[in-house]
């Protein structure tokens, strides 16, 4: 079957660093995706890893290890509006590779 | 123009109602997506246009009913709804079908079924 697991709740402090990793069991793997989403907002896409390595755009970075099927989504600065729900997601294999997301890491940010 | 716009904001409806939700996307996307979203779950897919065409439907209730009438419109129609249909839908677009293309989420739709 396919799987996402990230963590479910990670707490940090204000210009902290704080990495939400995702593990991933799929039939076939094309690229693993990350989105951000406050409270009552939309999602919003942060980063696409196709190839091993890390991406880094700003204070986020996205690392993809397809030997070991994980990811991980890495924040620095913690800012309070960095306070939000993150998922990892997949495109699925089949007809259409359509994302499918994980059930998301809820990211607190304290003073 | 990189926005999908999505209305109503907020809906209210009872189980006997019909209503329409609406979506548009005027960034020449060839795919739209309908997502159900719950309370601290993650997004749910439900239906999957491309190129205008339904690629995919997710094994919904036939009380939703979708239609793209063109490439930037996606409605979702909703008749008979139950109290557990009660979520956030979301609309999405990218610019094609294939999953390997950043989604840009619409605001969403709160529907609230009595």
């Known amino acids: 079957g396919q799987s996402l697991e990230q963590p479910s709740e990670v707490t940090a402090v204000e210009g902290a660093i704080v990495q939400i990793n995702c593990t991933y069991q799929t039939s076939g793997f094309y690229g693993l995706s990350w989105y951000q989403q406050h409270d009552g907002g939309a999602p919003t896409f942060l980063s696409y890893?196709?190839?091993?390595g890390l991406e880094e755009t700003g204070r986020f970075s996205s690392f993809l290890s397809r030997s070991d099927s994980y990811g991980y989504l890495l924040l620095q600065e913690l800012q309070m509006k960095d306070s939000a729900s993150y998922f990892c997601a997949v495109p699925l294999r089949g007809t259409a590779r359509q994302l499918t997301f994980g059930s998301g890491t809820q990211l607190t940010v304290l003073p | 123009d990189t926005e999908v716009t999505q209305t109503p904001k907020h809906l209210v409806m009872g189980m006997t109602n019909k209503k329409s939700l609406k979506c548009e996307q005027h960034m020449g996307h060839r795919a739209m997506y309908w997502y159900k979203q719950k309370a601290k779950k993650p997004p749910e897919l439900m239906f999957v246009?491309?190129?205008?065409?339904?690629?995919i439907n997710e094994s919904v209730p036939s009380r939703f009913s979708p239609e793209c009438p063109n490439s930037s419109l996606l409605n979702l129609h909703l008749h008979a709804l139950q109290p557990e249909d009660s979520a956030l839908y979301l609309c999405?677009?990218?610019?094609?079908?294939?999953?390997?293309?950043?989604?840009?989420f619409g605001p969403g739709t709160r529907l609230t079924v009595l």
């Open positions: 890893n196709a190839l091993d």
């Open positions: 999405a677009s990218s610019q094609d079908g294939t999953g390997l293309n950043e989604q840009f």
């Open positions: 246009y491309s190129y205008e065409k339904l690629s």
